[in-house]
């Protein structure tokens, strides 16, 4: 089978993208080398230059370029507060409501047996440890750990998914010996729904309205 040559190779990386089909990635591609060779040479510093230097953040677990990400080392946020999302877009858009000023847990999946991710896969063993910090005033923090005692309730903000909330069953189980209060987002968000794709006022409502 013959190497694909440089434009075929390019389409397939855009492929990687998600909701990119082929004739997507195509119309991409001979846009970019016809049309914007520039926007298409910034496009690639940016990818590498992020690839270098972004890494997750040691106490949140989000992306970030410093150890501890700007969130985490704000004064300002309620450290009494721990919210667990599934992704760093759905970070974000909690976010965009303002109406939260706590602290986060990013997941960066959730559990879905069939296609082999399990607790290890998306970091549960780092959640649970970053509460057990938090109820065991004993406990001698380590630099991951710095801050994680104030916590005093945990939300569940995974997707209303099955796996979403199958995650979320998972997590509330296992904090339910820890000594801190457990809440999940309220049915103000569709079930099905992704928090990237959930209009602001609807995410506010159901976090204002969590039980």
Excluded: W
Aim: proline content about 5%; hydrophobic content about 45%.
């Amino acid at each position: 089978m013959p190497e694909p040559n440089a434009v075929e190779g390019l389409i397939q990386a855009l492929r990687k993208l998600p909701g990119v089909g082929v004739k997507s990635a195509a119309r991409m591609a001979f846009h970019l080398l016809q049309n914007d060779m520039p926007g298409a040479l910034q496009l690639a510093r940016a990818l590498e230059q992020a690839v270098n230097s972004v890494k997750h953040c040691q106490l949140c677990n989000t992306l970030t370029e410093r150890a501890i990400c700007a969130t985490c080392s704000s004064p300002q946020r309620d450290r009494s507060k721990l919210c667990v999302v599934e992704t760093p877009a759905d970070q974000a858009a909690l976010e965009r409501t303002l109406a939260y000023q706590g602290l986060y847990f990013v997941l960066m999946g959730k559990l879905s047996p069939l296609d082999g991710i399990g607790p290890k896969e998306i970091g549960l063993k780092k959640l649970f440890d970053r509460v057990a910090a938090a109820a065991d005033s004993q406990t001698p923090l380590s630099s991951e750990a710095v801050g994680a005692r104030e916590v005093q309730e945990v939300i569940l903000a995974t997707n209303f998914t099955a796996e979403g909330e199958a995650t979320a069953h998972v997590i509330a189980q296992a904090l339910k010996s820890r000594g801190v209060q457990v809440t999940r987002l309220a049915r103000g968000v569709p079930v099905g729904s992704e928090l990237e794709y959930v209009d602001l006022g609807t995410i506010a409502h159901a976090l204002v309205d969590r039980r």
